[in-house]
């Protein structure tokens, strides 16, 4: 079982920047990919990015080049450092994984942009 504790969510202001950090219990090292989801208001969750346990990683079209996720096994922690933020990446951001075949989310965490 994989828990997933996201934090460094907050409000910003348009072309600011915030790092988020996900702490996963338990090692992560034998995990293949991490991913970054978000979640507007009214509308359906997204995939922002995720990381392959080799650091090979893939970004929404609509973060490419503002945001760069990243992994540490050795700490089993992953992050997303978000710059030139929009008020449109405003929305709860969870951390997510599959291990043994299920799926584990964070609890999420805020981030709130203002123009």
């Known amino acids: 079982q994989v828990q997933l504790v996201e934090s460094g969510g907050g409000p910003v202001q348009a072309g600011g920047s915030l790092r988020l950090s996900c702490a996963a219990s338990?090692?992560?090292?034998?995990?293949?990919?991490m991913d970054w989801y978000r979640q507007a208001p009214g509308k359906q969750r997204e995939l922002v990015a995720w990381?392959?346990?080799?650091?090979?990683?893939t970004y929404a079209y609509s973060v490419k080049g503002r945001f760069t996720i990243s992994r540490d096994n050795a700490r089993n922690m992953v992050y997303l450092q978000m710059n030139s933020l929009r008020p449109e990446d405003t929305a709860v951001y969870y951390c997510?994984?599959?291990?043994?075949?299920?799926?584990?989310w964070g609890q999420g965490t805020q981030v709130t942009v203002s123009s």
């Open positions: 997510a994984t599959a291990y043994l075949g299920e799926r584990y």
């Open positions: 338990g090692s992560i090292s034998t995990i293949y990919a």
């Open positions: 990381i392959t346990r080799g650091g090979s990683a």
